[in-house]
């Protein structure tokens, strides 16, 4: 190896301490703006297929909707053929689609009360103060 030292070499002697922190400083300043900007980027173009994809499950869902209707009429005209009466398969196709709503209640109310939210970080949001007081009292 040669004494002769490299051009970074002549410029870190030549900088002090505070000039290489300052430039330190600068290029994590840069990093951290094109990060930023490249993951607002991602998030835009998520959002975009987000959209859309929501738009399609909307479709989706008032197609099954429609469905659900016309085959429930049809049932209805059906069992009023069998009643001889269209006024009682009314009553019997609501009562059908009424107790389909409460086993649906049911099921959805037991699945809301075991939503616990996030208590992990709720507890790591809560030692937070803790941590920086604890190194304040270090200093």
Not at 20 to 26: D, F, K, N, S, Y
Not at 44 to 52: I, L, N, P, Y
Not at 75 to 87: R, T
């Amino acid at each position: 190896m040669s004494d002769i030292p490299t051009p970074s070499e002549r410029a870190a002697e030549s900088s002090s301490l505070g000039d290489l922190l300052g430039e330190v400083a600068g290029d994590l300043s840069t990093l951290m703006r094109q990060e930023l900007e490249l993951a607002k980027a991602e998030l835009a173009e998520s959002g975009k297929r987000a959209g859309r994809g929501a738009g399609f499950y909307g479709g989706a869902g008032y197609s099954g909707l429609m469905a659900v209707l016309f085959l429930s009429i049809a049932l209805w005209w059906a069992l009023g053929y069998a009643f001889d009466n269209l006024a009682w398969s009314a009553v019997v196709v609501a009562v059908i689609w009424g107790i389909i709503a409460f086993v649906l209640f049911i099921v959805g109310r037991k699945e809301m009360k075991s939503v616990k939210g996030a208590p992990r970080t709720v507890d790591s949001l809560k030692k937070i103060p803790e941590t920086f007081k604890k190194n304040e009292e270090n200093r």
